[in-house]
T-cell receptor, first 115, second 115 residues
Framework: EPEVTQTPSHQVTQMGQEVILRCVPI?????FYWYRQILGQKVEFLVS????????KSEIFDDQFSVERPDGSNFTLKIRSTKLEDSAMYFC?????????????FGAGSRLTVL | GDSVTQMEGPVTLSEEAFLTINCTYT??????LFWYVQYPGEGLQLLLK?????DKGSNKGFEATYRKETTSFHLEKGSVQVSDSAVYFC??????????????FGSGTRLLVRP
């Protein structure tokens, strides 16, 4: 079964450092998303991406965050200058295949720890 | 804005007990409704969905019926197993006039099934 893959599975970084989280969505999907889950809390929407541009973003997704689809397969989330409160599990998702645009398939997540 | 409210956990049951996890929603328009499951250390997996009022989603013995009159989508299973221990998230999509496909999640309900 097709899956969304994310790397790294766990990253530890110092406050103020830049971090790039990588995702390979399902190949025939057209919509891409990033979510985050702070430990023990709800899953929060960050951003959606379609047709090579951001289609929607939440208030969490401030100027420190950016997304990019640098080639036909990868979808990246960059945090320019990490803060302690950025520590969370980040999930990438994609949709738009046969199951429909509103059925999201999630990756296993990238755990970010900011020290 | 759109939102999802779930019963707080943890829910602790004995094997073969009946499960209900309550979920209610607030949305403009006509959202699609979903249950996602997160097993320990893993990402979010789609469990079931319903796209219109009175639809029943079902999978792996779990069921949920889209009730527009009560704005609810309660998850049920007749006989739970130890392997069902996980966190269950209710979610909605597409309730807004812009037909956004992003998912809005509830806070999650942890289920613990004891042998």
């Amino acid at each position: 079964e097709p899956e969304v893959t994310q790397t790294p599975s766990h990253q530890v970084t110092q406050m103020g450092q830049e971090v790039i989280l990588r995702c390979v969505p399902i190949s025939n999907h057209l919509y891409f998303y990033w979510y985050r889950q702070i430990l023990g809390q709800k899953v929060e929407f960050l951003v959606s991406f379609y047709n090579n541009e951001i289609s929607e973003k939440s208030e969490i997704f401030d100027d420190q965050f950016s997304v990019e689809r640098p080639d036909g397969s990868n979808f990246t989330l960059k945090i320019r200058s990490t803060k302690l409160e950025d520590s969370a599990m980040y999930f990438c998702a994609s949709s738009g295949g046969l199951a429909g645009a509103n059925v999201l398939t999630f990756g296993a997540g990238s755990r970010l720890t900011v020290l | 804005g759109d939102s999802v409210t779930q019963m707080e956990g943890p829910v602790t049951l004995s094997e073969e007990a009946f499960l209900t996890i309550n979920c209610t929603y607030t949305a403009t328009g006509y959202p699609s409704l979903f249950w996602y499951v997160q097993y320990p250390g893993e990402g979010l997996q789609l469990l079931l969905k319903a796209t219109k009022a009175d639809d029943k989603g079902s999978n792996k013995g779990f069921e949920a019926t889209y009730r527009k009159e009560t704005t609810s989508f309660h998850l049920e299973k007749g006989s739970v197993q130890v392997s069902d221990s996980a966190v269950y998230f209710c979610a909605l999509s597409g309730g807004g006039m812009d037909s956004s496909y992003k998912l809005i999640f509830g806070s999650g309900t942890r289920l613990l099934v004891r042998p």
